[in-house]
């Protein structure tokens, strides 16, 4: 399985995301970004393959503008 | 700032012949090595080893003195070995195997680098800079007196150069007024700023870390452990790096992360050393300072290391940050892989075209080494925000995730290139062991004492075919040499009965097995069983010759 799935896969779509939301509800930003750092550490780690992480680093980054300023 | 000098002078100044020959017939020397470093003098022992004459010309009248590197790998004992000076550094040197990483006041974890069995030398040692240039400086001198043609002139600065189709003349400062002298071939090893490339021009690319590094080698009667400390953060250094690290004669090497805005001259004033030393020994240490200095760091490269004549070894042709010990380490290796090749293409055994090996290899290496020690100065010197945010993300985790530990990257110790892509490899036998595969130097392996009782000890210095559980075919030579285009090979014969590790190491699931080694002691070519062509069309691979077309009998 080197493929990283792009279907949903997940449960219960709206309980993973209060989840997640919640999560971060006690932080400020500055903590946010640094438990957000911690989930990408500790969730590439549970993949294990760098061939699909690789994969979610494109799809996220392709999706990201280079500034998030709009003007 | 010397606080406490090391320096003698080993090789002063004394006038040379060549400086009293007119200026219109200067003396031509086959081959003269600019800088009596660690990296020119290696260069020159091998070089005189192989009977080739060899000028070293530095500026300085002896070896240098401050705190330079300390941390030497088992390939360069290895290699130093086989020159003769390994026994010196592995008496002196100090041997650690454990390391702490500390965050503020706390141990994060401690990592220990377990002594692999069936070496005869350690993973590494720590020795001061200055007590291997002396064995080195010692050993030229050593060989001179035992007949080598080899000249170490101290007081001998290059000023200027030009280079011609077949040889290069340069320009020497002395302190009798200027001579010139010329070279069939010039190996620049004078060190990160090079005159040589200067004066050549060529570039030197990379990258500066904006960061200051306060180095203090202090001398401490404390009982200590030998150990590799490394903290993140320290109360005595906050949102800083530090790392203690033990050396010979109960010397102490510390590095401080100072930042990028400060006072270079006020921080290494000792009023200001001194306190900051006692806040990370704590108070009842007493300690004397031998040296203080602060450096910055960068990575650095030449695009090419051979150009024509001229061939750049060591900081002069790349310059590492010293997380991971990879610079003298690294040269080492690049005066071990360019004087056999420099000798073979001076005796006219090979062509020239083999020095572009030298280039290719090297260049390899040194782009490994820039690789890590970048990736590790990236980890203790965050460029952003945001590399620092997943750098303390990665610390926050090691202590209840023993994932992250891997991620933590203090520096990443140097180990030898392997030239999986060099133009000199032969055949590969892939059922043999991944490790000693073509382009990998060889992995040591006890012997019995009547065999020389380390392969290491055996191997090096000229071609050799490594028979392993093997006879040779009865119609081939069988003595203890035969000659391939006008290179003796020598054979060394090893069964498993009386060197078991061969197994592993050598063999694998194979029956039995023949490497073709390069006098550098990497592995040129290897099979399962001894076919004379075959060597013989790898032999010429390894000295960059092209082979006759292969006439096996059928
Ligand atoms: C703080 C620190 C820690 C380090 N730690 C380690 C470590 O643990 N392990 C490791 O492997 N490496 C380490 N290094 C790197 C190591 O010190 C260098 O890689 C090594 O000294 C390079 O040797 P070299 O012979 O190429 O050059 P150098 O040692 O710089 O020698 C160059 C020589 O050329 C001479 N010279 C220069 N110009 C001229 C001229 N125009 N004419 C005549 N002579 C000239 C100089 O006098 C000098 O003797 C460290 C470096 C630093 C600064």
Known sequence: MNKLNIDANLDDPDGFYAQLL??????????????NAKLVLILANHIGNREVITQAFDLAFKSTPRSSHTF | MPLNSQSELLYPYRRSPDQDRALSAPARKPVIIVGAGPIGLTVAIDLALKGIPVVI?????????????????????????RLGCGDQMLEKGVQWNTGRVFRKDRQIYEFNLSPEQGF???????????????????R??????????????????????????????????TPDGPYTIEADWLIACDGPRSTIRSLMQLDFKGRVFEDNFLIADVVMKADFPTERWFWFDPPFNPGQSALLHKQPDNVWRIDFQLGWDIDREAVIRPENVIPRIEAMLGPDVTFELEWVSVYTFQCCSMQRYRHNRVLFAGDSAHQVSPFGARGANGGVQDADNLAWKLALVIAGKAPAALLDSYDSERRQGADENILNSTRATDFITPKSPISRLFRDAVLDLVEQAPFARPLVNSGRLSVPAIY???????????????????GAPLVDLPLPDALGSWLLKRAGGRFQLLVIDHDIPAKEPQGDTFEVSGIDIAIVRLSTTNAPLARPRYLGNAASAVYLIRPDQHVA????SYNRSAITAALHTAIATVSEPLSEPA
């Open chain 2, 120 to 138: 005869k030398h350690p993973a590494f040692i720590n020795l001061q800079q200055y007590y291997m240039e002396g064995y080195l400086a010692a």
């Open chain 2, 525 to 528: 070519a290897r099979w399962t």
């Open chain 2, 420 to 438: 999986d892509e060099s133009p000199l490899n032969g055949a590969d036998d892939p059922s043999l062991p991944t490790a000693t595969r073509p």
């Open chain 2, 140 to 173: 030229v001198q050593e060989l001179a007196a035992r007949g080598a043609t080899l000249d170490l002139r101290g007081g001998n600065k290059v000023t200027a150069l030009e280079c011609f189709d077949d040889y290069v003349s340069l320009e020497i400062t």
């Open chain 2, 57 to 81: 010309l530095d500026e300085a009248e002896g070896i240098g003195v401050g705190s330079r590197a300390i941390c030497f790998s088992r390939r360069t004992l290895e290699i130093l070995s």
């Open chain 1, 22 to 35: 919640a999560l971060h509800e006690p932080l400020d930003e500055a903590a946010s970004h640094a438990l």
